[in-house]
T-cell receptor, first 113, second 111 residues
Framework: KAGVTQTPRYLIKTRGQQVTLSCSPISGHRSVSWYQQTPGQGLQFLFEYFSETQRNKGNFPGRFSGRQFSNSRSEMNVSTLELGDSALYLC????????????FGPGTRLTVT | QKEVEQNSGPLSVPEGAIASLNCTYSDRGSQSFFWYRQYSGKSPELIMSIYSNGDKEDGRFTAQLNKASQYVSLLIRDSQPSDSATYLCAVLDTGRRALTFGSGTRLQVQP
């Protein structure tokens, strides 16, 4: 069974631009969570989607948003990019909201210049 | 603020030895605990989950949970150089379905 896939794998953007990242969960998995990983803050929870609805959100500004489609694929968007948004963005999928194991994709490395 | 604490290391062990990685957490109500392995430049890989007090074994890996002491550990038997990585302890906030991660312990297995 294929794992979680994320595209693109690498991105370079300029301050003020916006970016959209994509995530396809493991086949049959319906819950998708997003995390940000930086050297200074480690891994931090951004949000969780299930049944096309955002169920939970971490402590990030409104510039960070996302959505989920009917096939469980998810996108996250960051508007008005700041230098501090440079990070590895990780998508994790789990089978349902009643299963707790989360499996991570390879991540998208975003660099903001 | 729910916290997960790990010693950042590096923890250096010789090949064939047992590596012991430890983690403490602040939320006494936590029920679900995970160990992830992350190689440099890669994403975290789930290696163990544990939900009940006691030991859970999977191959060379044993996870240990003590909820009364708010302590989780991971033992790696017969450590191999390929086990050299950062090991992340994660605790699930069941209400938010959000994993809270420790900062990770870097393990170095010396050949």
């Amino acid at each position: 069974k294929a794992g979680v896939t994320q595209t693109p794998r690498y991105l370079i953007k300029t301050r003020g631009q916006q970016v959209t990242l994509s995530c396809s969960p493991i086949s049959g998995h319906r819950s998708v969570s997003w995390y940000q990983q930086t050297p200074g803050q480690g891994l931090q929870f951004l949000f969780e989607y299930f049944s096309e609805t955002q169920r939970n959100k971490g402590n990030f500004p409104g510039r960070f948003s996302g959505r989920q489609f009917s096939n469980s694929r998810s996108e996250m968007n960051v508007s008005t990019l700041e230098l501090g948004d440079s990070a590895l963005y990780l998508c994790a999928s789990s089978l349902s909201r009643s299963t707790y194991e989360q499996y991570f994709g390879p991540g998208t490395r975003l660099t903001v210049t | 603020q729910k916290e997960v604490e790990q010693n950042s290391g590096p923890l250096s062990v010789p090949e064939g030895a047992i590596a012991s990685l430890n983690c403490t957490y602040s939320d006494r109500g936590s029920q679900s605990f995970f160990w992830y392995r992350q190689y440099s430049g890669k994403s975290p890989e789930l290696i163990m989950s544990i939900y009940s007090n006691g030991d859970k074994e999977d191959g060379r890996f044993t996870a240990q949970l003590n909820k009364a002491s708010q302590y989780v550990s991971l033992l790696i038997r017969d450590s191999q150089p390929s086990d050299s990585a950062t090991y992340l302890c994660a605790v699930l906030d069941t209400g938010r379905r959000a994993l809270t991660f420790g900062s990770g312990t870097r393990l170095q297995v010396q050949p």
